[in-house]
């Protein structure tokens, strides 16, 4: 059983925007922080951002600036804002449901999205 369900993934452009979502239940929604990492062939997956349930999020270094996270908890969703894209962006990018632990940061929780392919390139 698929418990989130991304969309938004694509082909764009150097420069181009994309708008990932990650839409999942109420109760994983109101119970757990969420994360998108992301992982290119041949790399270690990647934490890109996160985002509390109380609203409390941060981005990667490697994208900040450019990417913003977000929550609506009327749609239970959390989605992934992507500006000024480069090709370095190119990966899988999985949603995830975890926590946010003092002094650890985002701990990723085994509930996961089945990933959507975000290609850069012209």
């Known amino acids: 059983q698929v418990q989130l369900v991304e969309s938004g993934g694509g082909l764009v452009q150097p420069g181009g925007s994309l708008r990932l979502s990650c839409t999942t239940s109420?109760?994983?929604?109101?119970?757990?922080?969420m994360g998108w990492y992301r992982q290119a062939p041949g790399m270690q997956r990647e934490l890109v951002a996160f985002i509390t349930n109380h609203d409390i999020g941060d981005t990667s270094d490697s994208v900040k600036g450019r990417f913003t996270i977000s929550r609506d908890s009327a749609k239970n969703t959390v989605s992934l804002q992507m500006n000024s894209l480069k090709p370095g962006d190119t990966a899988v990018y999985y949603c995830n449901a975890g926590q946010l632990v003092s002094g650890l940061g985002y701990i990723e929780g085994d509930i996961w999205g089945q990933g959507t392919q975000v290609t850069v390139s012209s």
């Open positions: 109420g109760t994983i929604f109101s119970n757990h922080a």
